[in-house]
């Protein structure tokens, strides 16, 4: 079993950035293709980037394309998620989990909040 915990995420500016960080404990994820997601108030919980299993291929979903990095290291058995130009729209809670997500592997993610 796979504990997942979000972390990094505050209130921020418009423009401005923030890191996520994806720990996870219980077993290594280096076999497991990770993803991040984001659930915004009112609105369904949303794909918003993947990296394979060797780190060497990244997609993301078009509103995030040059602005967010997924990335991880895997001495750390963690997953990343750089945030940069951030606009209010991407104000969610964030929450990593194996791609495609499995529902036991859900953690109680991180707010992300961007002001205007």
């Known amino acids: 079993q796979v504990q997942l915990v979000e972390s990094g995420g505050g209130l921020v500016q418009a423009g401005g950035s923030l890191r996520l960080s994806c720990a996870a404990s219980?077993?290594?994820?280096?076999?497991?293709?990770m993803g991040w997601y984001r659930q915004a108030p009112g609105k369904e919980r949303e794909f918003v980037a993947r990296i394979s299993t060797s780190g060497g291929k990244t997609s993301y979903t078009d509103s995030v394309k040059g602005r967010f990095t997924i990335s991880r290291d895997f001495a750390k058995n963690t997953v990343y998620l750089q945030m940069s130009s951030l606009r209010p729209e991407d104000t969610a809670i964030y929450y990593c989990?194996?791609?495609?997500?499995?529902?036991?592997?859900w953690g109680q993610g991180t707010q992300v909040t961007v002001s205007s």
């Open positions: 989990n194996l791609t495609p997500p499995a529902n036991d592997y």
């Open positions: 219980g077993r290594s994820i280096s076999y497991y293709a």
